[in-house]
């Protein structure tokens, strides 16, 4: 079946994760900690990043939760905020991340768009967040929807913020395809009933992607030789 509209996740699929999200990462537990040592060591296990290599673990729960989950985490160690002050300056943060997108996304959009495909990107990220790095990409306005964690639709892997992409593009489900990085997409587009993508350009391997994706591609570049194919 012809697929008419495509959904990405942002991290790990439009942007490749580590690129963006090591160095961030860094700094963020060094800001929060305040110079205490134990409080940083205990939010980088909390988060599995590991502060020898400067790196998130494959395991780590910022790779696929939401941004209130990775703010909940993290909340016992950053006695100096709320909760809720935490999870806005985690997306504030996040917005001023150094991005290192997986392809030239322009481009590649823009070839999406031209065979008339309809487009959206729906993160775990804060709305805001997705918003303004993909403003800072130069691309935020070739996506017909754009939807974080809060922006009331839910996060994946449920599949209603996926619907509620249909609903606002004028999309069916079958006719789109979500394409992300972990498995949160796409059991969340299994749950939507849509095509899965899987891309490599996150922290998850081939072998774990396969058995819950229509195809796995290196990077979301390849997915228009996959349409012709």
Same mark, same amino acid.
Request: proline share 5%; glycine share 6%; net charge negative.
């Given at each position: 079946?012809?697929?008419?509209?495509?959904?990405?996740? +942002?991290?790990?699929?439009l942007?490749?994760?580590?690129a963006?999200?090591?160095?961030? &990462?860094?700094?963020?537990l =060094?800001?929060?900690?305040?110079?205490?040592?134990? #409080?940083?060591? *205990?939010? &980088? =296990?909390?988060?599995?990043?590991d502060l020898?290599? #400067?790196?998130?673990n494959?395991?780590? /729960?910022?790779?696929a939760?939401?941004?209130?989950e @990775?703010?909940?985490?993290l909340a016992?160690?950053?006695?100096?905020?709320?909760?809720?002050?935490?999870?806005?300056y985690l997306?504030?943060? #996040?917005?001023? *991340?150094?991005?290192a997108p997986?392809?030239?996304?322009?481009?590649?959009?823009?070839? /999406?768009?031209a065979r008339? +495909?309809?487009?959206?990107?729906m993160?775990?990220?804060? =709305?805001?967040? &997705? +918003?303004?790095?993909?403003?800072?990409a130069? @691309?935020? %306005?070739?996506?017909?929807f754009?939807?974080?964690?809060?922006?009331?639709h839910?996060?994946?892997p449920?599949?209603?913020?996926? /619907?509620?992409?249909? +609903?606002? #593009?004028?999309?069916?489900?079958?006719?789109?395809?979500?394409?992300?990085?972990?498995?949160? %997409?796409l =059991?969340?587009?299994a &749950?939507?009933? $849509?095509?899965r993508?899987?891309?490599?350009?996150? $922290?998850?391997?081939?072998e774990?992607?396969?058995?819950?994706?229509? @195809?796995?591609?290196?990077?979301?570049?390849?997915?228009?030789?996959w349409?012709?194919?």
């Amino acid at each position: 079946m012809p697929v008419d509209a495509f959904l990405f996740d +942002k991290d790990g699929t439009l942007f490749d994760f580590a690129a963006t999200w090591n160095g961030w &990462a860094a700094d963020l537990l =060094e800001t929060l900690s305040q110079g205490d040592v134990s #409080a940083k060591e *205990a939010m &980088a =296990e909390v988060i599995s990043y590991d502060l020898e290599r #400067a790196a998130f673990n494959p395991d780590s /729960l910022v790779i696929a939760c939401s941004n209130d989950e @990775v703010a909940a985490a993290l909340a016992p160690y950053v006695t100096h905020m709320s909760l809720a002050e935490l999870t806005d300056y985690l997306a504030v943060s #996040a917005s001023d *991340a150094e991005l290192a997108p997986a392809v030239p996304l322009a481009d590649f959009l823009d070839s /999406l768009l031209a065979r008339g +495909k309809v487009l959206g990107v729906m993160t775990n990220d804060a =709305e805001v967040s &997705a +918003k303004s790095q993909l403003q800072r990409a130069g @691309v935020l %306005d070739r996506f017909a929807f754009v939807a974080g964690c809060d922006s009331g639709h839910g996060a994946k892997p449920d599949p209603d913020p996926l /619907l509620a992409f249909c +609903k606002a #593009a004028g999309v069916t489900p079958e006719r789109t395809a979500m394409v992300g990085d972990s498995l949160h %997409d796409l =059991e969340a587009g299994a &749950a939507a009933g $849509m095509r899965r993508i899987g891309v490599l350009t996150g $922290m998850a391997l081939r072998e774990e992607l396969t058995p819950h994706a229509d @195809v796995v591609l290196p990077d979301i570049g390849h997915i228009p030789a996959w349409i012709d194919s």
